[in-house]
């Protein structure tokens, strides 16, 4: 088992940015790839960044240039830096973690990000 809990979410004005992070626990060696999903109001869950077990990154085109993903594995962390936010980044930000040589894979309840003035 692997628990998931997000953090970081908040209001935030267009143009600022944000720092959300991803802790997990449990049998966290078993963790494979993580990624960041995000899930607008009216909208279907989509990709926003992922990260490989040894580090390669993608990026929707949504979230290049503005958005950096990245793993600390002494911390057990994930975290998602967006910059130059804007309002249709509006979202409930969900971790996710796929799990090495199985189909299993863990959801957080996510973080609610905002970004209005």
């Known amino acids: 088992q692997v628990q998931l809990v997000e953090s970081g979410g908040g209001l935030v004005q267009p143009g600022g940015s944000l720092r959300l992070s991803c802790a997990a626990s449990?049998?966290?060696?078993?963790?494979?790839?993580m990624a960041w999903y995000r899930r607008a109001p009216g909208s279907e869950r989509e990709l926003v960044a992922s990260?490989?077990?040894?580090?390669?990154?993608r990026y929707a085109d949504s979230a290049k240039g503005r958005f950096t993903i990245s793993r600390v594995y002494a911390r057990d962390t994930m975290y998602l830096q967006m910059n130059s936010l804007k309002p249709e980044d509006t979202a409930v930000y969900l971790c996710?973690?796929?799990?090495?040589?199985?189909?299993?894979?863990?959801w957080g309840q996510g973080t609610q990000v905002t970004v209005s003035s």
């Open positions: 449990g049998n966290i060696f078993s963790i494979n790839s």
């Open positions: 990260i490989s077990w040894g580090g390669s990154t």
């Open positions: 996710h973690a796929t799990i090495i040589n199985s189909d299993r894979d863990y």
